[in-house]
């Protein structure tokens, strides 16, 4: 039987933070890191709620802030 205790579908949302413990908070800056002047950006790369939409929103919005301060 797979391993659903950290699925959104069976957590409420007060837990959810919980499984943020997954493997793109567990590796840091690896996935986020510019190189040269590419930003990354994307669920994978949040550093909160990272599979999730919100994770998505927060990752534009981290990217679009090193954009702008990089010039």
């Known amino acids: ?3 659903v205790s ?7 949302d ?13 590796i840091g800056s690896v996935l986020r890191d510019p190189i040269g002047r590419l ?3 994307g669920t994978g790369t949040a ?3 990272n ?7 927060r990752a534009g ?3 679009a802030s090193e954009v702008l301060a990089a010039d």
């Open 14 to 26: 007060t837990v959810i933070g919980e499984c943020e413990k997954a493997l793109p908070s567990r």
């Open 39 to 41: 930003h990354w950006a």
């Open 47 to 49: 550093t909160r709620s």
């Open 61 to 63: 919005e981290r990217a």
């Open 6 to 12: 950290c699925s959104p579908t069976s957590l409420p």
């Open 51 to 57: 599979g999730f939409i919100d994770g998505a929103i």
């Open 1 to 3: 039987m797979p391993d």
